[in-house]
């Protein structure tokens, strides 16, 4: 990441708000940003297929609740943020440690992304890396953009639904939402 270049977009920005970056209050303001992008958009730059551990064990449904994710949208560089339900069905006995299902969640979310693509990732590096019989990925998010900008649909939930195989449709996807607690 280009740490100087972000610090003078920065200082570009708020001079372009019409602020005075001389002040006390913003002098810091450029370095901050520069050094908060490293957390924010630590995604890039990491395989989430890789992230993934692969593990021996049954072949039985996995659900995983309310795994926290914060991203940001890639139309207003504003946050979006929520849970992320997820459920697989495995194939092979081939499983996936928890904390690695909750990394690929933060690697494909430390990015500039939209909610319904990065639902759809998420669903895609568990299909692809694990081939299970199926795969099952809800975000529900609350987007500043639309909170603060436009239509300011305070309070809006937004939810995204990714499914593959044998959680696409039918009796185990409906077993994967009633675990999950509803299509939330
Ligand atoms: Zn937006």
């Known amino acids: 990441m ?3 270049r972000i610090r003078r977009a ?8 019409g602020e005075d970056v001389q002040r006390a209050g913003l002098s810091g303001t450029p370095d ?18 890789a992230a993934l551990e692969v593990i021996e064990g049954p072949d039985n449904l996995i659900v995983l609740r309310d795994v926290p994710f914060f991203s940001t949208c890639e139309h207003h560089l504003l946050p979006f943020f929520g ?8 194939a092979g006995g081939r499983i996936a440690g928890f904390g690695s299902i909750a990394r690929v969640v933060d690697v494909l979310a ?18 692809q890396r694990l081939a299970p019989q199926g795969v099952y990925v809800a975000l529900q998010a609350r987007q500043l953009c639309m909170q603060m900008v436009g239509g300011r649909e305070i ?3 937004t939810l995204t639904v990714a499914a ?3 959680l696409a449709d039918g009796s185990a996807r ?3 939402v009633r675990l999950l607690g509803g299509d939330r």
């Open 2 to 4: 280009d740490q100087d």
């Open 83 to 90: 849970t992320a339900q997820i459920a697989f069905l495995p």
């Open 155 to 157: 309070g809006a939930v």
């Open 174 to 176: 409906q077993e994967a």
């Open 10 to 17: 920065v200082r570009e920005l708020l001079l372009g708000i």
């Open 32 to 49: 901050t940003v520069a050094e908060a992008a490293l957390e924010i958009y630590a995604g890039y730059g990491h395989d989430p297929e």
């Open 164 to 166: 593959r195989g044998a």
């Open 110 to 127: 430390r990015r500039l992304q939209i909610q319904e693509r990065l639902t759809e990732e998420i669903a895609q590096a568990l299909w």
